[in-house]
């Protein structure tokens, strides 16, 4: 006996009538009405490269959603290209880019709820996107499926491969500088961005889409398939099919996402030395569906989880090479001894059977566990006076001799005023550069802290000074750059009291973070500290600012 979908019941007799006619202005008639009816979340638009080939991918998803059996409803949520707001003149417009993971998450929940649909096929590319997506899910608990739009190639200039991050990097320290010239650069701007899909680097984009698979929430071997590939289209159509199997099957993402699926998942951000964006966004995913992870898990499995992906900032390859040496499967298969093979993913089959043929196809690429790129995870955690409740550094991406480091604090409140005086020359070798107020309820939003970062590695001071910040990084970033400082300044945490001058350890292997001054004096700045006025006194980002948890619990909205 066929089971009625959560959406039949609002079809039926006398008490349909309204709804069925509303359906069939839209060219619904019977024979739909009595399928499940799929919600197919399309982020499209013409703003941005990570997007823009959706249109067509929808269009695959929603011809498997017909040849299975269901009744394909597509609508439109909001998106964003982060990498529009870089340079000097757009750092105020990444306010909204963390923001923007919860509205997404608010408007198809939604929809979803106004419209009763059975399930959920979820569309989207790049780094706020894929996680708003992806806490809808866990938010709404209908049985979902996400469909990653994949990377772009690389492009190529004067044989050698740009990059996006290359042309960050150039406009904001190299170019400056003269080490490049305006006809190279103009080049690489036209080179760096050949394709659609996201920039193909382990930035926030491609980290997230990889995890979505190492959740189980997209179907194994997808989240890499470059986006102009035909495979991609045919991993579309199979998605259709499969999420109509699994509103059929009840299969829902509790039933996926859980517990062991969110360990499998740090293990593979450790061990493809992904974004330091990840924690952010799984800490609020988990929160939202149930599930207690804690930003100390992250460093706990990367004492034994080594960073075993070649891919920048990490390495010298990109996403486009991960795919080919075999994808997320490949650095799984060198995992598995070390994951929970027995969860379950939209496939409908377990890891263990999803896994029973991958293999790496390019050792120099996904790196065999015994001949790391970096001996433990790609992320580190740190704490102590400076960082009471937690910090952030991408250590797999850090110079040897920046590991461990002391030196004199030079303080900023914005990222504006430190990319400033980097420009100005103004910052000597030892400083460490201290940005505050860019936390979650201090931008507000947690802005990425992009002026000072890609000024610091395109001036090749990123192996002379140090970054700490209760801000947030780019992907893409890579250096000795520490972010998500907790206690932000904006409440009152400790790095609201450090001074010019202040003595600053950093010791990533001991997982330290301090500022050398002693407690009683901490406590008395911070007793004669006054709090900023608000910088968003109206519109969305006010209610952020209000509604924000810390960075430790992901910065998500709560009442």
Not at 182 to 193: G, N, R, V
Not at 330 to 359: H, K, Y
Not at 455 to 460: D, K, L, N, T, Y
Request: net charge neutral.
């Amino acid at each position: 006996m066929q089971r009625e979908w959560r959406s039949s019941k609002l079809m039926k007799g006398i008490e349909g009538v309204i709804r069925r006619t509303i359906y069939r202005a839209v060219g619904l008639g019977d024979s739909e009405f009595d399928r499940p009816m799929i919600g197919v979340v399309n982020t499209w638009n013409e703003l941005s490269p990570g997007h823009f080939h959706l249109k067509q991918v929808a269009e695959a998803v929603k011809a498997g959603v017909w040849q299975a059996g269901g009744t394909p409803l597509e609508f439109g949520a909001i998106s964003t290209c982060g990498a529009i707001a870089l340079g000097p003149s757009g750092g105020d417009a990444l306010n909204y880019e963390l923001p923007l993971r919860d509205a997404l998450a608010a408007s198809i929940e939604v929809v979803s709820e106004v419209h009763r649909l059975d399930g959920l096929a979820l569309l989207s590319t790049c780094d706020n996107v894929v996680p708003g997506e992806l806490l809808a899910a866990a938010r709404l608990n209908l049985p979902s499926i996400v469909v990653t739009g994949g990377p772009m190639l690389p492009g190529s200039y004067g044989g050698k491969e740009i990059l996006m991050p290359d042309v960050g990097s150039a406009v904001l320290g190299a170019y400056p500088l003269g080490r490049i010239s305006d006809q190279d650069l103009s080049m690489w701007e036209k080179a760096a961005c050949p394709t659609c899909g996201a920039c193909p680097v382990l930035g926030t984009a491609n980290s997230m889409q990889i995890i979505t698979e190492a959740l189980g929430m997209c179907l194994p071997g997808s989240s890499t398939i470059p986006a102009i590939y035909g495979e991609r289209l045919s991993s579309a159509r199979e998605s259709g099919r499969k999420i109509v199997e699994l509103v059929r099957s009840n299969l829902r993402p509790s039933d996926i996402i859980t517990g062991a699926a969110f360990d499998n998942a740090i293990k593979v951000d450790l061990a493809i030395g992904g974004s330091t964006n990840v924690p952010l966004h799984l800490i609020a995913i988990a929160r939202t569906i149930g599930v207690d992870v804690k930003l100390d898990r992250f460093d706990q499995l990367s004492r034994v989880t080594p960073c075993i992906c070649a891919v920048r900032p990490n390495g010298p390859y990109n996403v486009v090479d991960l795919h080919r040496a075999g994808g997320v499967m490949a650095v799984m298969s060198q995992l598995m001894d070390r994951l929970d093979l027995d969860v379950l993913t939209v496939s409908g089959r377990t890891l263990r059977e999803n896994l029973c043929q991958a293999s790496c196809g390019n050792p120099d690429v996904v790196r065999p566990i015994s001949d790391p790129v970096y001996r433990e995870g790609g992320l580190a955690v740190l704490r102590g006076s400076l960082a009471p409740s937690g910090a952030i550094v991408r250590q797999s991406a850090v110079n040897k001799d920046r590991l461990s480091v002391k030196g004199p604090a030079v303080v900023f409140d914005s990222d504006e005023d430190s990319y400033r005086a980097i420009r100005n020359g103004t910052i000597r070798d030892g400083d460490i550069i201290i940005i505050r107020y860019e936390g979650p309820r201090g931008a507000p939003g947690m802005r990425e802290v992009m002026l000072s970062t890609e000024s610091i590695v395109g001036m090749g001071l990123d192996g002379k000074v140090s970054l700490v910040t209760d801000g947030r990084f780019s992907g893409f970033s890579r250096g000795p750059i520490i972010g998500h400082v907790s206690p932000e300044a904006a409440l009152g945490g400790p790095i609201a009291a450090v001074k010019n001058g202040d003595s600053v350890v950093i010791d990533i292997p001991r997982r330290r973070l301090d500022l050398e001054v002693p407690d009683d004096e901490i406590r008395d700045r911070l007793a004669k500290w006054v709090a900023p006025e608000p910088k968003a006194k109206f519109g969305f980002l006010s209610l952020y600012a209000k509604t924000a948890e810390p960075a430790e619990l992901g910065a998500s909205m709560r009442a």
